[in-house]
């Protein structure tokens, strides 16, 4: 980052200071902004959004650490390296500034070297991270677009084109083709809701995990009614209609309480049958097996398929899928990302033993209601 294009702000109340630092800077080739006192340098900050802030610790009206703890609540600015200025180096100062994000500090007096290489240093590392995590987000940024834009376009001209079909050459067509096509539109319009209800529940996990106190809404839950009969139906139901192996499904789920609710249990063994499912061919089956072990649930989803590579679960992230390039692959990639954070929200444990050419293995461990804490 060159001097010319670095913006300073120096937040500092006695005048023959600050005008001594923006006359040393200004002569240095930086753009500089001051301000008196602390309320006015944050206002100055959002305003100006200077590349670093100089400023000094003890001022009236609001003090230094007082402005960090502005600036790093701002999102517009929270980022922007500081540093203080003071008069006598306190440990209990420094641990103070640095809890709240302070940069570095500059002990009064000081000489133009001093405050200069403590600003290009800065700069320098600012900028190496600003660089790499513009790289980062490009990346994540297209990728995301490209996954959103495939998985919710191709379901789109699927059904669109089903229909166009049915209502523009529909008599030309003999009862199996239209019934052919009413099973094509059926498929793209499940996986449309599908990769829609995953998207929407990521969002809800996001922000659950901004405002903690809507976490309760993922954990309070407990299975209800005849829930193994429910989840079997599903399963069921989505085989057929979207992969036509209705024959390859194996379930076997003991009845018990367990500490989630219905629908979020349901949604994870469905999602990991799911992906059973894609990594498998016609005639390999898909077992679903639950049963109660001490104080907990659980449930095995095995398939005999491709596999897939995956040494840790932290492995597993929201957008990404494994072997896409190897595999042709449907949805967004964050549905492994949900079904851990479910797992986990709700006290439970995941495992997953895969490789390749050998099928894959998934472990889901909840614990039972009356284990719970």
Known sequence: MENLQSKILVIEDEQFIRENIQELLEACGYNVHTASNGKEGVLEAIDFKPHLIVCDVMMPKMDGFKVLEYIRKTSAIQNTPFIFLTAKVDKRDVRQGMELGADDFITKPFTTKELTHAIESRLKRYDAINTQYSKVKHELDTNVFATYYHEFNTPLHGIVGGLNLLINAGNSFNEKQVHDLHISILKSAVRLNHSLANLMLYEEIKRAEVYPEQLHMFTNGQTAGNWPKQVEDELAD???????????????????????????????????????????????????????????????????????????????????????????????????????????????????????GNGTTVIVKLPLTDAKD
């Open 238 to 356: 989505r085989v057929k209609e979207i992969y036509d192996r209705a024959d390859d499904l194996v379930v076997n789920l003991e009845a018990a309480d367990i500490n989630i609710s219905t629908d979020y249990l349901m949604r994870l063994i469905v999602e990991i049958s799911d992906n059973a499912f894609k990594f498998s061919k016609i005639g390999q089956p898909v077992e679903v097996i639950g049963k109660k072990e001490g104080n907990s649930y659980v449930t095995t989803i095995t398939d005999h398929g491709n596999g897939f590579p995956i040494s840790t679960i932290k492995d597993i992230g929201a957008f990404k899928q494994f072997n896409r390039r190897k595999y042709e692959q449907q949805g967004l990639g964050i549905g492994l990302h949900l079904v851990k954070q479910l797992i986990e929200y709700n006290n439970g444990e995941l495992q997953i033993h895969s490789r390749e």
